[in-house]
Nanobody
Framework: QVQLVESGGGLVQPGGSLRLSCAAS???????????MGWYRQAPGKQRDLVAT???????NYADSVKGRFTISRDNAKTTVYLQMNSLKPEDTAVYYC?????????????WGQGTQVTVSS
């Protein structure tokens, strides 16, 4: 199992910034099989959508709606992932979920955090 703990959500005015953090923990075996971590978000009444991901090799991928505003990064141990969110808009309001994907013998498995609320409002 991989446990994910998110932090950093909150209320911010439009144009403001927030930084989300997600720390992964678990067995050394499971942590070593993580090949990607990322952030997804879910607004009320909508499906959960990808925000940004980063692979174990450092490749990043962003949703078009956040490109140029959000930046995903990780620590050297590759067990903590961050999401720097700038120029926030009301439409960024959602519950943000951290995701970790592991791969063992080509079998992928997703783990999720409990979610952290981000509200962008004046």
């Amino acid at each position: 199992q991989v446990q994910l703990v998110e932090s950093g959500g909150g209320l911010v005015q439009p144009g403001g910034s927030l930084r989300l953090s997600c720390a992964a923990s678990g067995s050394s075996f499971r942590l070593n099989t993580m090949n990607a971590m990322g952030w997804y978000r879910q607004a009320p009444g909508k499906q959960r959508d990808l925000v940004a991901t980063i692979t174990s090799g450092g490749s990043t991928n962003y949703a078009d709606s956040v490109k140029g505003r959000f930046t995903i990064s990780r620590d050297n141990a590759k067990t903590t992932v961050y999401l720097q969110m700038n120029s926030l808009k009301p439409e960024d309001t959602a519950v943000y979920y951290c995701n970790a994907r592991t791969s063992v013998f080509a079998v992928q498995r997703d783990f999720w955090g409990q979610g952290t609320q981000v509200t962008v409002s004046s």
